[in-house]
């Protein structure tokens, strides 16, 4: 269902230019009619308000329960960043956060985890843009897993593609929480965008190419 905060989340995206509409071609090598890319926020005030939509989310879902959060490179370090900044100034919930490096570095302190080190029994959440394919939550696993016998509950992305995954008739999504155990949560899912399009009434050109793209590609 089309809320009116999922409504403007839709919006925000399409005013920072991270989601576009036209011919694009994902990581997993499929055609799609829109694309959603966070590499475009590139302002303070654009990261302030998206870590506010992350953070409502967090304390919708979670509240207080868990140790800390989790920003795989590279795009999810700004955004878990901007999370816990707005959890904190927004709600009072103060958590720790952390990263890691694609490589990892051998002189300081070393190591591939920057910022807080989760250690075990910890509960983290993690915080990422996307899942089209999953194939990045399972490089992040091993990565958190080094760090201790954590667990990994709830992540939590912009936008649920609900795409096909490995499995036919499973989505990504589906799939990493068979696999891992991770309940993922999207501020908004495809369904949403493509209703939102028709409420406009000013995307006829996009539309059947969503319904295709849905039809051939989605979970619904």
Not at 74 to 94: H, M, N, Q, S, V
Not at 142 to 169: H, W, Y
Request: aromatic share 10%; hydrophobic share 40%; proline share 4%.
């Amino acid at each position: 269902m089309l809320t009116p905060a999922k409504k403007e989340f839709i919006e925000f995206m399409m005013s920072a230019d991270v989601l576009r509409f036209g011919s694009f071609v994902t990581k997993s090598g499929r055609n799609t009619p829109y694309f959603v890319n966070t590499g475009n926020y590139r302002t303070g005030g654009q990261i302030s308000r998206l870590g506010s939509f992350y953070a409502a989310l967090v304390k919708e879902t979670c509240g207080e329960d868990f140790d800390a959060m989790f920003g795989p490179a590279y795009k999810g370090i700004p955004l878990a960043t901007a999370a816990a900044g707005a959890l904190a100034r927004e709600f009072g919930i103060d958590k720790p956060y952390f990263f890691n490096r694609k490589e990892v570095k051998d002189h300081g302190e070393g190591g591939s985890i920057v910022g807080y080190k989760p250690k075990d029994g910890d509960r983290i959440i993690i915080i990422e843009d996307v899942i089209t394919a999953g194939t990045a939550v399972r490089e992040t696993m091993p990565v958190l897993k080094a760090c201790g016998n954590v667990e990994v509950r709830d992540m939590f992305i912009s936008v649920n593609r609900c795409e096909v995954g490995q499995t036919p008739g499973k989505t990504a999504i589906m799939e990493v929480q068979e696999e891992f155990g991770i309940r993922v949560h999207a501020l908004v899912t495809v369904q949403d965008i493509y209703e939102y399009l028709k409420e406009q009434g000013t995307y006829g050109e996009v539309l059947p190419a969503m319904e295709k793209y849905m039809a051939d590609y989605c979970v619904l």
